[in-house]
């Protein structure tokens, strides 16, 4: 489910440190979206590869990873970014991608 909520989309980046309100995010089962972005659907299939890495991941150790992984490396290193990114323009990549398909950007 997509919901377009500028305030929620602050409080969750407030546990990465705030600054600047990010296009989108996945916070599993829904997608976040700021109001001042157009829902591409690259965005939207970006966010989508998140819920899914959350999935196989059980979702508390997903966000457990990607903020230990966000404060060591950054952001553009989190494996679960890079997946998404090499990804997002593939609107067919969920339907054949592999489990655990992150784990090749480690």
Known sequence: MVIVNDRLLRFL?????????????????????NSEVEP??????????????????????????????YYRRGYMQVSFEKEAYANDSDLNYLKKRR???????L
Do not use: K
Request: hydrophobic letters at 55%; glycine letters at 8%.
């Open 99 to 105: 489990i655990f398909g992150f784990m090749r950007y």
């Open 40 to 69: 591409t659907p690259e965005l939207i299939n970006h966010e989508r590869i998140h819920l899914r890495q959350q999935l196989e991941m059980l979702v508390i150790p997903f966000y457990i990873w990607y903020i230990i992984a």
């Open 13 to 33: 980046c407030s546990f990465l440190g705030g600054g600047e309100l990010p296009a989108g995010m996945a916070f599993f089962p829904f997608v976040i979206i």
